[in-house]
């Protein structure tokens, strides 16, 4: 199991490396972002997040989460506080999304 | 006989209009290639004149030309609004029924507002207490609300990225604090400036100096702020996670899309409307003769005049190139470059790229004249002047001696650990 302090990340927290990722390494992120325990819906957006990026090669915006990951952007707050979609990547093991521009 | 077609002719659309006329002026006169650009209004709008209309420093009539005139005679224009780009079949329908078969197209439709995106701003109060400068309309509207204003809570708000001329809101939060100051009424209002960044400004270096400029001036900054709902009524901005601002006068940078006809069209957009673009060749990622260009491109750049007029000289050649059947240049690097009014006639001046922030130092030469990420009355000179310079040198398409596509890093300071060769 990697660590967290095992594995290389930016300035801002994200994963240099979206493969370091694992399911555990999911809830040491979360802990240090103060978010979770990591309940089923909190795995329905990262399970999302993580699979528009393997298509994609980005992350989806708040836009698209809240259409199509089967949690409305409400909740998406309540889970994920402050910022859902940049939270959430980086919870997921993802580049910041680059719909900040 | 090859023809082009350009879709939309605002900044982006024009230049294209005016520097393919030049480039492919043989072959027009020759009869072997025309170029069509289809526009739906008949103004076109000298778009950083909208930062200035409320503030009453500029009118309505000092901001907007007619289209036609800055078109070349040699390119057929269409005011019409289209309905449907078809990739397929290479063509386009426009409203009136007409079809326009391509054999390159450059979608150049720009971006629109769309406030409806937030739930109760086009409700209650819309208009009366609730405003936005991105339309002439909007501006003028809010002109005469500031005139009115004798005191209270002006919030500005950033519903969601990315906006049209990112610096503008800060620009009017700086703009603001200067009106109300030389009104006598700067102790009377607080202004709030509310935005879905984490900082005040899209890149970190920038924000740094800017939120210090936002102290100074006495502007609440608040960040992470994701807009959710607005009441008009009660006057109250509420955010995704239960933040509530109360304003008197709300000045909203609501959401923004692409051209509708690019989200009907498969594969074309992204989810807002933007062109699928390759952001170093504009080339459209859905098939090999559509390009992008401006605002209408999904590319992570700014979407301001100056980027639109960095791209239209690599799109320029790229176009030549693919129609000669060569290979695409790579050449767009994100180029952008800004005034920010600070208001007391002083503006800031920052040019940055995909990869390098603002950074410190002179414009557009080592020595000068222009200091970057600081204050001036130079560049407010500078930004004042430009409106001669939109419609003289760049909508016509000429490069500008000194200030290259390419972003130049003679005259900026780097740090040390990054500055590469």
């Known amino acids: 199991m990697p660590a967290l302090t095992a594995v290389a990340r930016t300035a801002e927290g994200f994963l240099e490396r979206a493969s370091d990722w694992d399911r555990d390494l999911a809830a040491e992120l979360a802990a240090e972002s103060g978010v979770g325990p990591l309940t089923d819906r909190h795995w329905l957006v990262l399970d999302y997040m993580r699979n528009t990026y393997l298509v994609k090669g980005d992350g989806p915006t708040i836009r698209t989460l809240g259409k199509e990951s089967g949690v409305d952007i409400k909740e998406l707050y309540q889970l994920f506080p402050k910022g859902p979609a940049k939270l959430a990547a980086r919870i997921a093991g993802i580049p910041k999304p680059h719909g900040c521009i | ?421």
């Open chain 2, 1 to 421: 006989m090859r023809h082009l077609v350009i879709l939309g002719a605002g900044t982006a659309g024009t230049v294209m209009a005016n520097r393919l006329a030049r480039s492919l002026r043989r072959e027009i006169a020759a009869g072997t290639t025309r170029i069509t650009i289809v526009d739906q209004d008949p103004v076109h709008i000298y778009q950083p004149g909208l930062l200035f209309i409320p503030f009453g420093v500029y009118t309505v009539d000092q901001a907007v030309r007619g289209r036609a005139a800055q078109l070349p005679k040699a390119v057929r224009y269409v005011q019409s609004r289209i309905e449907s780009l078809d990739t397929a079949t290479d063509t386009v329908t426009l409203a009136d029924g007409e079809v326009l078969s391509y054999d390159l197209c450059i979608v150049a439709t720009g971006t629109r507002i769309v406030p409806e995106e937030l739930d109760g701003l086009t409700g209650a109060g819309w208009g009366e207490r609730m405003f936005e400068f991105y339309t002439l309309e909007g501006a003028e509207r809010l002109a005469k609300a500031l005139q009115e204003f004798k005191g209270g809570r002006l919030l500005i708000n950033v519903v969601e990225m990315p906006i049209k001329c990112p610096v503008a809101p800060l620009e009017f939060a700086f703009l603001a604090d200067w009106f109300f100051t030389e009104r006598g009424l700067r102790d009377k209002v607080s202004i709030t400036y509310a935005t879905p960044l984490d900082g005040a400004f899209t890149k970190p270096a920038c924000s740094r100096s800017l939120a210090y400029l936002l102290e100074g001036k006495r502007i609440a900054l608040e960040t992470e702020f994701n807009a959710g709902r607005v009441d008009g009524t009660a006057g109250e901005l509420v955010s995704w996670d239960e933040r509530t601002l109360p304003f008197d006068l709300l000045v909203s940078i609501p959401t923004h899309k692409g051209a509708e006809f690019i989200t009907r069209a498969p594969g074309l957009g992204n989810e807002m409307g933007f062109v699928l673009t390759d952001p170093r060749t504009l080339q459209a990622k859905v098939k090999p003769n559509v390009f992008a260009i401006g605002d209408a491109t999904d590319v992570p750049a700014s979407k301001a005049g100056s980027v639109a007029h960095f791209e239209a000289e690599v799109l320029t050649g790229n176009v030549l190139r693919f129609l000669e059947g060569k290979p695409l240049e790579p050449g767009f690097d994100g180029h952008a470059n800004c005034f920010i009014e600070t208001g007391h006639h002083k503006a800031l001046l920052i040019d940055f790229n995909y990869e390098t922030e603002p950074l410190p130092g002179n414009f557009p030469f080592a020595w000068g004249p222009m200091p970057l990420l600081k204050e001036s009355r130079l560049n407010h000179l500078g930004k004042l002047a430009f409106r001669h310079v939109y419609w003289n040198a760049l909508l016509p398409g000429h490069d500008f001696p000194g200030i290259p596509a390419r972003m130049k890093r003679a005259g900026k300071r780097f740090p040390v650990a990054t500055a590469t060769p």
